[in-house]
């Protein structure tokens, strides 16, 4: 009877434990990057969004919102970071009345855009996170404005992504790599980085080789890492300066996918639909591209296989 009884017991537990307890997270965690501006630059190429192909789908219409993160999410994705890099999103330049609603119409344009996102990743149980600009071009102060608001309006939504693996704070990404970000932070007051330091800062690789540290790895070209591999970054754009992007093919995009994947912590799939830097891998028609690194010409007729290749290696459909 007795051995019945704990045997019981050990099934209960089994099953009543995980639910209650702590939960463990694992990693690698999928995030992709979302541009919300820039739909000039798609330069013929056209977005799958409610079942039409879209050259200039728009983040302000909260139907197509949906309908792209789904698209997103189906890939095996929930966390996505919102790319307000470039300061006009915020205002017109520092010195001037910083994300104040109806102060200057850029905010009331982007703005709309960033709320709906937040709405349909609540509706989606998705989570966000922002991309902010570089601190060495627009000052270490001026984006401390901008982190200020965000901790305020969005950094305590539910919604908002925490780093986790023993970080809680609010993650926080910076166009910056981490070799540039680091010595300038050593070098900036205290009262002109309070609101920033409330974040664990990741930093990227932009346009020139780096020797990476611990906080990169979070894009924004090619491929990168950080220093201790637990944050990896890939896209479907070849090399790092303007002049040598192009369009990597099928087989090497899925070796970056899986390569990510290595990654302990996070991995992060280039953006859903940045034209701009062409690391776009969402369900994109490139075949009327005046670009040519929007192109590779072994995939082109098939808008849906950098896609299908993302949601393949994280859903195994």
């Keep these: 009877m007795r051995k019945i009884l704990f045997a019981a017991l050990a099934i209960l ?13 694992k990693g690698p965690v999928p995030v992709c990057h979302l541009l919300i501006c820039c739909r000039n630059m798609n330069s013929g190429s056209t977005f799958l969004v409610q079942d039409q192909w879209n050259p200039a789908h728009d983040y302000k219409d909260i139907d197509q919102v949906r309908d792209i993160l789904q698209k997103v999410k189906d890939a095996g994705i929930n966390v996505v970071s919102v790319d ?12 001037g009345a910083i994300h104040l609603e109806g ?30 600009g570089n601190p060495a071009a627009w000052t270490m102060k001026y984006w401390n404005q901008v982190a200020g608001f965000v901790w305020e309006k969005y950094a305590q939504d539910p919604a908002y992504r925490h780093y986790g ?8 990404v910076v166009f910056l790599p981490g070799e540039g970000f680091w010595p300038l ?12 330091a409330k974040f664990r800062i990741g930093t990227c690789q932009v346009n020139d080789p780096i020797e990476p540290c611990p906080s990169d790895g979070w894009g924004y070209r090619n491929t990168s890492e950080s220093s201790d591999g637990t944050v990896r970054f890939c896209a479907p754009n070849a090399g790092v300066p303007p002049q040598d992007w192009a369009r990597v093919d099928a087989q090497e995009w899925e070796r970056r996918v899986n390569w990510a994947l290595g990654a302990t912590e996070y991995a992060v799939f280039g953006s859903y639909d940045d034209t701009c ?18 192109i590779n010409p072994s995939t082109v007729d098939n808008p849906y296989i950098y896609y299908d290749i993302v949601r393949k290696a994280l859903t195994g459909k």
């Design 84 to 95: 307000f890099t470039n300061p006009p999103e915020w205002e017109m330049g520092e010195g």
């Design 185 to 196: 932070w050593e070098n900036t007051p205290d009262e002109d980085k309070n609101n920033l």
């Design 13 to 25: 537990s089994a099953i009543i434990l995980p639910a209650c307890g702590p939960k463990t997270q």
């Design 277 to 294: 830097d062409g690391i776009h891998w969402g369900i994109c028609d490139a075949s009327a591209s005046s670009r040519p690194y929007h």
């Design 103 to 132: 102060v200057h119409p850029a905010w009331n344009e982007f703005g709309k855009m960033l709320d709906n996102i937040v709405t349909v990743c609540h509706e989606k149980e998705m989570e966000f996170l922002i991309f902010i």
């Design 165 to 172: 693996f023993g970080d809680d704070r609010p993650l926080m």
